[in-house]
Nanobody
Framework: QVQLVESGGGSVQAGGSLRLSCTAS????????MAWFRQAPGKEREGVAT????????YYTDSVKGRFTISKDNAKNTLSLQMMSLKPEDTAMYYC??????????????????????WGQGTQVTVSS
């Protein structure tokens, strides 16, 4: 059974940093696309960053470019999101997602709805001013 488990969330002051991790078990070796999403209270879920199977192709939503870095370690089946220069508007529940189709990465980059097959339970990030 496939499982995605996030960790690393917490509370920080504006300007601080956090590193989120997502450990994938089960079918992990066949992920074509992995991603981080976030959802703030009262707002729609937003695709934050995506990464291709080999890690050679990444996407970032405009609001996090230059501050967040997505990476993956295929040997450890781990996806990470390094978040720096955090802002109060980054406050949200962050979710790890994975899918066996690269179409999901392309959809996120195009600003379209993406149907990922697997999701983690989420980890809360709170940034105070």
């Amino acid at each position: 059974q496939v499982q995605l488990v996030e960790s690393g969330g917490g509370s920080v002051q504006a300007g601080g940093s956090l590193r989120l991790s997502c450990t994938a078990s089960g079918f992990a070796s066949r992920w074509a696309c992995m991603a981080w999403f976030r959802q703030a209270p009262g707002k729609e879920r937003e695709g934050v960053a995506t990464i291709s199977a080999g890690g050679g192709s990444t996407y970032y939503t405009d609001s996090v470019k230059g501050r967040f870095t997505i990476s993956k370690d295929n040997a450890k089946n781990t996806l990470s999101l390094q978040m720096m220069s955090l802002k109060p508007e980054d406050t949200a529940m962050y979710y790890c997602a994975a899918d066996t189709s690269y179409i999901t990465c392309a959809a996120v980059a195009a600003g379209k709805s993406a149907s990922f097959g697997y999701w983690g339970q989420g980890t809360q990030v709170t940034v105070s001013s």
